[in-house]
């Protein structure tokens, strides 16, 4: 079975650094992109950035380059989204997602559990 | 960057035929992808490409596109079918390489 499995819920102060992890399990972990995907609370979904676990190329969203960084290590099929300084702002779920990206076609599958970060004073 | 528009809510009688839209000057060149996510849940891939779905998803469950939209529909509409719908597609618009969700249609199956 393909599975991605997030780390835990996290409850963080403004200022302090964070890094949540995705595992990749049932597929070859570099033949797909991982993506990482905010939602709000009570909000939409929002793509913020991608890497190719096979080199570690990523892309952000223009709205997220530079508050948050996408790595991988391929050695143990692991994608990891960071933040240097957290602010309440960043209070969110964030999933991951397996994604295939073609010439007129992408896809996100599947999906993390989600990973709730709360960034409270 | 490219914006993806949808309708935020959507009702449908059950057993009924619904359909859930997706407009954007990206679909004129690339397909959408669809995304079911219910309360507290992650979403879940339902349609991608021309009209795939995969392996799991009932087929009353279609996709089809035409010029700037992109149409998720659902022929004879369940109960467990309400969820918010979220569409997905690319933009290379620019210097970037983006991929953009539209802000979502809350389905009610009444």
């Known amino acids: 079975e393909v599975q991605l499995v997030q780390s835990g819920a996290e409850v963080k102060k403004p200022g302090e650094s964070l890094r949540i992890s995705c595992k990749g399990s049932?597929?070859?972990?570099?033949?797909?992109?991982i993506s990482w995907v905010r939602q709000m609370p009570g909000k939409g979904l929002e793509w913020m950035g991608r890497?190719?676990?096979?080199?570690?190329?990523?892309n952000y969203s223009p709205s997220f380059q530079g508050h948050v960084t996408i790595s991988a290590d391929k050695s143990i099929s692991t994608a990891y989204l960071q933040w240097s300084s957290l602010k309440a702002s960043d209070t969110a779920m964030y999933y991951c997602?397996?994604?295939?990206?073609?010439?007129?076609?992408?896809?996100?599958?599947?999906w993390g559990q989600g990973t709730l970060v709360t960034v409270s004073s | 960057s490219s914006e993806l528009t949808q309708d935020p809510a959507v009702s449908v009688a059950l057993g009924q035929t619904v359909r859930i839209t997706c407009q954007g000057d990206?679909?004129?060149?690339?397909?959408a992808s669809w995304y079911q996510q219910k309360p507290g849940q992650a979403p879940v891939l339902v349609i991608y490409?021309?009209?795939n779905r995969p392996s799991g998803i009932p087929d009353r469950f279609s996709g089809s596109s035409s010029g700037n939209t992109a149409s998720l529909t659902i022929t004879g509409a369940q109960a467990e079918d309400e969820a918010d719908y979220y569409c997905?597609?690319?933009?290379?618009?620019?210097?970037?390489?983006?991929?953009?969700f539209g802000g979502g249609t809350k389905l009610t199956v009444l």
């Open positions: 997602a397996r994604m295939y990206s073609g010439l007129s076609q992408n896809w996100f599958d599947p």
């Open positions: 490409g021309k009209n």
């Open positions: 990206s679909l004129r060149s690339y397909y």
């Open positions: 890497i190719d676990p096979s080199d570690s190329y990523t």
């Open positions: 997905n597609s690319r933009d290379s618009s620019g210097n970037h390489l983006d991929w953009v």
């Open positions: 049932g597929y070859s972990f570099t033949s797909y992109w």
